[in-house]
């Protein structure tokens, strides 16, 4: 009895790897289901099976890897930064570890959200990650004590989202440093407006 649920939890595993491997580097559309399929090893029933579609898989993929990405980021600011203000520059640091992989493509997001349909899987999983990283910059710029919290995450999130553009399109892991650089002086300059209590 026990021999199947791991038979499945193992398949599972297996397709969500290769799709992760997969759509990151080609695209969610790009890539049809029965490459995923061969690439995972597995039967065609073992993605209807775990996923019931592609639509859920791509769902299932994106999910992974916010949540991948949110764990190495909290892991990663707790470790490095002492304070609010320092981790909201940290930001960039952590997102530039991604940079020097040979395989970075850019954000998988990103990438989804450019092919998806309007509420379809990837455009609601695309969203919920967005949602994310708006609450990661301004839940640190409240906790730092900015001035308009609201506004510098604004700004830290366009440079975010520049810095993982330019990095890919460039093949210039150097954007992570100059978006740190811009980071620390707009992260200076909301603290220090704060108003005296």
Same mark, same amino acid.
């Given at each position: 009895?026990?021999?199947?649920?791991?038979?499945?939890? &193992? @398949?599972?595993?297996?397709?969500?790897?290769? @799709?992760?491997?997969?759509?990151? %580097?080609?695209?969610?559309? =790009?890539?049809?289901?029965?490459?995923?399929?061969?690439?995972?090893?597995? %039967?065609?029933?073992?993605?209807?099976? @775990?996923?019931?579609?592609?639509?859920? !898989?791509?769902?299932? +993929?994106?999910?992974?890897?916010?949540?991948? =990405? /949110?764990?190495?980021?909290?892991?990663?600011?707790?470790? $490095? +930064?002492?304070?609010?203000?320092?981790? !909201?520059?940290?930001?960039?640091?952590? #997102?530039?570890?991604?940079? =020097?992989?040979?395989?970075?493509?850019?954000?998988?997001?990103? &990438?989804?959200?450019?092919?998806?349909?309007?509420?379809?899987?990837?455009?609601?999983?695309?969203?919920?990650? $967005?949602?994310?990283?708006?609450?990661?910059?301004?839940?640190?710029?409240?906790?730092?004590?900015?001035?308009?919290?609201?506004?510098?995450?604004? #700004? !830290?999130?366009? !440079?975010?989202?520049?810095?993982?553009?330019? %990095?890919?399109?460039?093949?210039?892991?150097?954007?992570?440093? @100059?978006? $740190?650089?811009?980071? #620390?002086?707009?992260? &200076?300059?909301?603290?220090? /407006?704060?108003? &005296? #209590?």
């Amino acid at each position: 009895m026990s021999g199947k649920p791991q038979g499945r939890a &193992s @398949a599972r595993e297996r397709l969500l790897a290769a @799709a992760s491997e997969l759509f990151y %580097a080609e695209g969610v559309n =790009t890539v049809g289901i029965d490459r995923v399929i061969e690439h995972a090893g597995v %039967a065609k029933a073992s993605l209807y099976n @775990a996923f019931g579609s592609k639509d859920e !898989l791509v769902r299932a +993929y994106l999910r992974a890897r916010h949540a991948t =990405t /949110r764990e190495r980021m909290t892991r990663e600011l707790e470790a $490095r +930064y002492a304070t609010p203000a320092e981790r !909201l520059v940290g930001v960039f640091e952590v #997102q530039g570890l991604s940079f =020097t992989d040979p395989a970075f493509r850019g954000c998988a997001f990103v &990438s989804a959200k450019a092919e998806a349909q309007p509420g379809s899987a990837a455009d609601e999983a695309a969203d919920e990650y $967005r949602s994310w990283v708006h609450s990661l910059f301004f839940d640190l710029a409240q906790d730092a004590g900015a001035h308009d919290p609201k506004l510098l995450a604004q #700004q !830290l999130v366009l !440079l975010y989202d520049g810095a993982g553009i330019g %990095a890919w399109m460039d093949s210039d892991p150097s954007a992570e440093a @100059a978006a $740190r650089n811009v980071a #620390q002086t707009l992260v &200076s300059a909301a603290i220090a /407006r704060r108003p &005296s #209590q």
